[in-house]
């Protein structure tokens, strides 16, 4: 049972005449992560000028990723301003920015973005924007593959499984069962990206951090050879929904270890 809570002394009558005309605080909520869905699989080396993995980008349609994103954006917000007002703004992928070298499309996206914002007339009204857009990594990173961007999903299937030198992993079935193993193949859904957090009526930085995000799992469960097969594309995608939101809300509720944080007037 809940005890009640002793009353709380009466307010001063400026105190309580302000508090009772705030208005809830309106943020504005902007996925631009496209549609584009990044697929990297690690394959056997055969020589130093090649690199040891399969590249595909799959193009996802109907905003889905976009919108995984903002569901974590505002159950983010939700827990920390339960009253307030937020705006879903989803950016539809940019055929150009997409032909541009990997490590441009983040500048570019970020342009585009706050070009759209700045020409929108209802931020006025808005107190804080919070923009998600691709972050891409040249390096490997903790046992993932290099070259990785936005949103996508690593295959690690060499090596021998249950290696007690490989990586650590969660052993998951059906997102019912899981624990810590340890092994040298494992599939892995990642969310790289920049979360800045601006002023909406100056567009001025209040933070930005970088977000690589992962989770490396397999099912010990499975007879299946590879490791990709121990998953329907059914699981996967729904598998993968559930990881962008959840990593979508982290990325606003918690500090990232690699993050950066630019905190403006």
Do not use: C
Request: net charge negative.
């Amino acid at each position: 049972t809940l005890a009640q809570a002793p009353a709380a002394a009466p307010a001063p009558a400026n105190v309580a005449a302000a508090s009772a005309t705030a208005e809830p605080k309106v943020f504005a909520l902007v996925a631009a992560v496209g549609d584009q869905f990044q697929y990297v699989r690690q394959k056997e080396s055969v020589g130093s000028h090649f690199e040891p993995f399969i590249r595909q980008t799959l193009v996802v349609p109907d905003h889905s990723l976009n919108h995984a994103v903002l569901r974590g954006l505002d159950r983010a917000v939700e827990q920390q301003y339960p009253q307030s007002e937020r705006i879903f703004l989803a950016v539809r992928g940019d055929p150009a920015i997409q032909s541009a070298l990997p490590q441009e499309r983040e500048a570019l996206t970020t342009q585009r973005v706050l070009s759209l914002l700045e020409a929108n007339p209802d931020r006025q009204r808005w107190d804080q924007i919070i923009m998600v857009v691709p972050k891409w990594l040249m390096s490997e990173r903790q046992g993932m593959g290099s070259k990785l961007t936005g949103i996508g999903l690593y295959v690690q299937p060499l090596g021998n499984e249950w290696d007690t030198s490989g990586e650590i992993v969660e052993d998951l079935v059906e997102d019912t069962t899981r624990a810590s193993v340890r092994s040298r193949k494992f599939i892995a859904p990642f969310f790289y990206v920049q979360v800045t957090t601006l002023d909406a009526r100056t567009l001025k930085v209040i933070r930005s951090e970088s977000r690589y995000d992962f989770r490396k799992i397999v099912d010990k469960e499975s007879t299946a050879l590879d490791v990709q097969a121990q998953f329907s594309p059914e699981q996967l995608a729904s598998h993968m929904q559930r990881f962008v939101e959840t990593s979508a809300l982290k990325a606003v509720n918690e500090k990232a270890d690699t993050g950066t944080v630019q905190v403006g007037p």
